[in-house]
């Protein structure tokens, strides 16, 4: 192989990984720029019912009750609050 091939594909790599890079941040900051969701998308992000979700209220589970009777989730803070429960 030529040193301008070697030089070529150490290039490409090299993007290929800064590519991979970027994209792996705008996933991450587009999950945190939408951290305060609705009941169905909360429930749907971890996996459980709408059902689950208001049982886990019961037991402390954070949520954000807005005036006008919405209610919202901060993913974050039940994150948060799952993990007080590790051992």
């Keep these: 192989m030529s040193k301008v091939e070697r030089s070529l594909l150490d290039w490409q790599k090299e993007n290929v990984e800064n590519c991979f890079t970027m994209i792996k941040q705008a996933i991450e900051d587009a999950r945190e720029e939408h951290d305060i969701v609705k009941q ?7 996996d459980i019912s709408v059902n689950t ?3 886990w ?3 402390g589970c954070p ?3 807005l005036d006008s ?9 039940i994150h948060e609050w799952l993990l007080s429960f590790q051992q």
Excluded: N, P, Q
């Design 57 to 59: 209220v019961t037991h």
């Design 63 to 65: 949520e954000i009750r």
């Design 69 to 77: 009777g919405m209610v919202l989730y901060s993913k974050r803070a």
């Design 40 to 46: 169905k998308y909360c429930a749907e992000y971890f």
């Design 53 to 55: 979700l208001k049982d």
